[in-house]
């Protein structure tokens, strides 16, 4: 009898406990061996096909209740393994409140809640890879703070209809291992939930998100665009560095999505525009892992303030059953709209070309756990006068994925 009452109860200490995962071998053909790449990586020296897992995840949730079974805690455990090794992806903590069903707070390192792509999951996601402007701007889409969240819960509340997220955070996320500036970003995204627009089941639904950052400013060493505009270049930001100058990361995103049921399946268009001000280095406009700090290194790295813009938009459609469909994409990042085309010449970079990319996939999903996509890519960068770049780089990607889900 006692081992019994011993045993019901382990069992409903972990009912609430969910696990659940996936993992998505590849296998890649570029068009040019060594070819840099957004899908999964760049190429090794001399490499023009691979194998890889692009992603391994293994998540655990567990949620507690109220006695009237309302959900009051959840905890989330997330971590990625490849063949690259292992790294945490989500480690976070809710808590919801009860009298309202109103609120709930979050905290702990999870997605920062900006746009649509960035919190789309990898594994519901239809591309293999979220586009060029997230990975760069928002590498891992995951940062270390907390957030505030309005969400009804309740079904006849009268803003069932919204969700307003409001979060604090470091801002490397995980492209560094600590913080290292004082400073945190804010981070907001209104959101609409889908709305039925007619009998037939259309529905849309967007966002609007704002991103308010910035970076340290621990060196003299900070330029931006300026020159004739002729000849536009970075000019040295005259001005004395002084105790919590920031360097701007910020930006405003918009997103839209619009699904129109078929007989079997449905037809999507997704659209969203991100558009700001992001300081990196000059090699890249990604967001910087570390910035060094002149008080230990006498050589501070420059900084490099750019106006940016970029978009995606998505067509899915499926094809006579939810087993088949179709997806095509296209997007675009400028990671520098104060220069354009044959004006880019050294001493700017390959980090101020802008980018179109064309994708066109097929996914069979075989069944609730398993399924397969053929994915070809087409990224063109602009014709420039940068070495290597005064035509259309040969670096066309074809992805062949299977994604096994539990």
């Known amino acids: 009898m006692d081992t019994t009452r011993r045993l019901s109860g382990l069992l409903r200490k972990y009912e609430s406990l969910n696990i659940s995962g996936y993992i998505q ?12 790449s957004f899908n999964g990586g760049d190429f090794a020296p001399g490499v023009d096909s691979r194998f890889s897992v692009r992603r391994g995840r293994l998540r655990f949730d567990y949620a507690t209740y109220s006695p009237n079974g309302e959900q009051t805690l959840l905890f989330v455990f997330q971590f990625d393994g490849t063949e690259r090794g292992v790294q945490t992806r989500d480690f976070w903590g809710r808590y919801y409140e009860t009298k309202y069903d109103l609120f709930h707070i979050t905290a702990g390192l999870f997605a920062r809640p900006f746009g649509f792509e960035i919190n789309y999951s990898s594994a519901d996601r239809e591309s293999p890879e979220r586009g060029r402007m997230s990975q760069l701007l928002m590498r891992t889409e995951r ?123 449905f037809t999507e268009f997704r659209a969203e525009y991100i558009t700001g001000w992001q300081t990196a280095n000059a090699n890249s406009s990604e967001t910087p892992g570390t910035i060094p700090n002149p008080l230990s290194t006498p050589n501070a790295a420059p900084l490099y303030t750019r106006r940016f813009d970029g978009a995606y ?12 469909q179709l997806v095509l994409k296209y997007d675009w990042y400028d990671p520098n709209k104060q220069v354009a085309g044959k004006q880019l010449a050294a001493p700017l970079t390959w980090a101020d070309i802008r980018y179109d990319t064309f994708g066109i996939g097929y996914i069979y999903a075989v069944n609730s756990n398993l399924k397969t996509v053929l994915w070809y890519e087409i990224p063109v960068n602009e014709a420039t006068s940068l070495n290597s770049y005064q035509t259309d780089t040969p670096d066309n990607l074809l992805t062949i994925r299977t994604q096994y889900r539990f």
Not at 204 to 231: C, H, K, Q
């Open 143 to 265: 940062d270390l703070g907390a957030m505030l969240t309005l969400e009804a819960r309740r079904k006849n509340h009268p803003l069932r209809w919204l969700k307003l997220d409001l979060g604090l955070f470091n801002g490397p996320g995980l492209t560094s291992l600590s913080d290292y500036d004082g400073h945190k970003d804010v981070i907001a995204r209104f959101s609409v939930k889908p709305q039925r627009l007619t009998n037939a089941g259309i529905t849309i639904t967007g966002s609007v998100s704002g991103y308010w950052g910035g970076i340290g400013r621990f060196t003299n060493e900070l330029y931006r665009m300026g020159g004739p505009a002729d000849v536009p270049r970075f000019v040295r930001d005259s001005t004395v560095v002084s105790t919590g100058q920031l360097a701007p990361r910020r930006y405003t995103g918009v997103d839209v999505q619009l699904r129109i049921p078929n007989r079997k399946g």
């Open 313 to 324: 938009f998505y067509f899915l459609q499926h094809l006579g059953s939810t087993n088949h």
């Open 25 to 36: 071998p590849q296998f890649q053909v570029s068009q040019t061996a060594g070819q840099q």
